[in-house]
Nanobody, 124 residues
Framework: QVLLVESGAGLVQAGGSLRLSCAAS????????IGWFRQAPGKEREFVAA????????YYSDSVKGRFIISRDNAKNTAYLHMNSLRPEDTAVYYC?????????????????WGQGTQVTVSS
């Protein structure tokens, strides 16, 4: 069992940057792949990024690739999503999620544990 708590909600101007954090409970954090998803108003939840247990392999959706960076610090039981060059269409509730799997990470169903979400709003 993993508890995940996101933080870093904020209002950012287009072109700006924001860092989200995902704090996890317990020393078992390092055993889980971490993903970030987001859900914009009126849209389904979509995959944003994922990082493997070792912290060296990452995946990104096409919409954020080159702008966002996912990272983790296993010693701190925390994962991060560094968001740069933000656009209004990035506005969404962002969720971190955890799974012991290393496959099918672009899908919600691959993840067992979810945080409560944190709001990111990018103004025009």
């Amino acid at each position: 069992q993993v508890l995940l708590v996101e933080s870093g909600a904020g209002l950012v101007q287009a072109g700006g940057s924001l860092r989200l954090s995902c704090a996890a409970s317990g020393r078992a954090f390092s055993a889980y792949t971490i993903g970030w998803f987001r859900q914009a108003p009126g849209k389904e939840r979509e995959f944003v990024a994922a990082i493997m247990r070792n912290g060296y392999t990452t995946y990104y959706s096409d919409s954020v690739k080159g702008r966002f960076i996912i990272s983790r610090d296993n010693a701190k039981n925390t994962a991060y999503l560094h968001m740069n060059s933000l656009r209004p269409e990035d506005t969404a509730v962002y969720y971190c999620a955890a799974t012991p799997q290393a496959r099918n990470l672009g899908y919600e169903s691959a993840f067992d544990y979810w945080g409560q979400g944190t709001q990111v709003t990018v103004s025009s």
